[in-house]
């Protein structure tokens, strides 16, 4: 009961702190129960004493009422802020959630799933490193030295393989001779080496080697096959009617004396008429006649001035 007595009395402060003066109550006449003492002998507010003690248990439980009714609405608010709370954070994840699962993925490059070992297989045994200072392989071995005439037979080889190079490409490549005579002066003097291309064949105005009753002799070509050439008594000298004009000759051509050719000179098929370029010596086709192309070692590719040396 003093408990509650001093609960009361503390909210009742309170409420006596926030409230505003109450307006002053009138005064209660005392009114006489028979049986009461009068005024004078005994005090007047025992009865009301015991009024007011028994008021004063009920308002003290009307407040602790109130006070217990507030604090579960104000748990009961606390409760339900907290589920509101809750209910929204799970919408905004589910939000979340769903706009993740619309928005379109990002195409990320697909990475290659790693191998995975079959452990059925055994690992290959790895070979030990090589221990420092082990020694190092053998060098091979070197055949035994030759003899001297293993020598001798393999120059002897290598010699002959040359030669047979050398005799194929003078024969059937190149034409070397050591021209005699000055019937071809200037183009060509008495004693030069005169090299000729065989693959080639002679062409018009060409110096060529050619060979004639078994002797190499150099020579300019004038005339081709089905040419007529004709030489005149004062020296003119006419391919088809026409004089060479690209004839650096400043000699008069004449027939030579006591030969079998008759001019004007047809050149037969397959051969070429052959002059010197020293008009005066007539050892040439107006001697021989047309020269046959086998006979022919193509044309002169230079020559080599011996008397230089």
């Given at each position: 009961m003093s408990k509650k007595s001093g609960r009361s009395s503390s909210a009742k402060e309170k409420d006596d702190v926030h409230k505003p003066d109450a307006a002053p109550e009138p005064e209660k006449t005392e009114e006489m129960t028979p049986g009461s003492q009068p005024a004078d002998g005994a005090p007047a507010p025992e009865p009301e004493k015991k009024a007011s003690s028994e008021n004063e248990p009920s308002k003290s439980d009307a407040q602790d009422k109130d006070a217990s009714e507030k604090d579960?609405?104000?748990?009961?608010?606390?409760?339900?802020?907290?589920?509101?709370?809750?209910?929204?954070?799970?919408?905004?994840?589910?939000?979340?959630?769903?706009?993740?699962?619309?928005?379109?993925?990002?195409?990320?490059?697909?990475?290659?799933?790693?191998?995975?070992?079959?452990?059925?297989k055994k690992n290959p045994p790895k070979k030990a490193p090589p221990k420092k200072g082990s020694p190092k392989k053998a060098p091979p071995k070197m055949p035994p030295p030759k003899t001297t005439p293993q020598l001798l037979i393999g120059l002897l080889i290598k010699i002959a393989v040359a030669a047979a190079v050398i005799w194929a490409t003078l024969t059937f490549v190149l034409g070397v001779s050591v021209h005699y005579g000055n019937n071809m002066y200037p183009s060509v003097h008495d004693g030069d080496l005169t090299v000729s291309f065989r693959l080639q064949k002679p062409y018009l105005n060409a110096v060529v080697l050619y060979r004639v009753n078994g002797k190499t002799d150099v020579g300019r070509v004038i005339a081709l096959e089905g040419s007529v050439v004709d030489i005149s008594d004062t020296g003119l000298l006419t391919i088809n009617g026409v004089a060479p004009s690209n004839e650096k000759i400043f000699y008069a051509t004449y027939q030579a004396e006591n030969s079998s050719i008759v001019f004007p000179y047809k050149v037969e098929p397959g051969k070429v008429f052959i002059l010197n370029d020293y008009r005066d010596d007539p050892k040439d086709s107006r001697t021989f006649g047309a020269i046959d192309r086998k006979d022919v070692k193509g044309p002169m590719l230079f020559t080599v001035r011996r008397r230089n040396f």
């Open positions: 579960a609405q104000n748990k009961d608010a606390s409760e339900k802020d907290a589920q509101d709370k809750d209910a929204s954070e799970k919408d905004s994840a589910e939000a979340k959630q769903e706009k993740s699962e619309t928005a379109v993925p990002e195409e990320t490059p697909a990475k290659k799933a790693p191998s995975k070992k079959d452990p059925s």
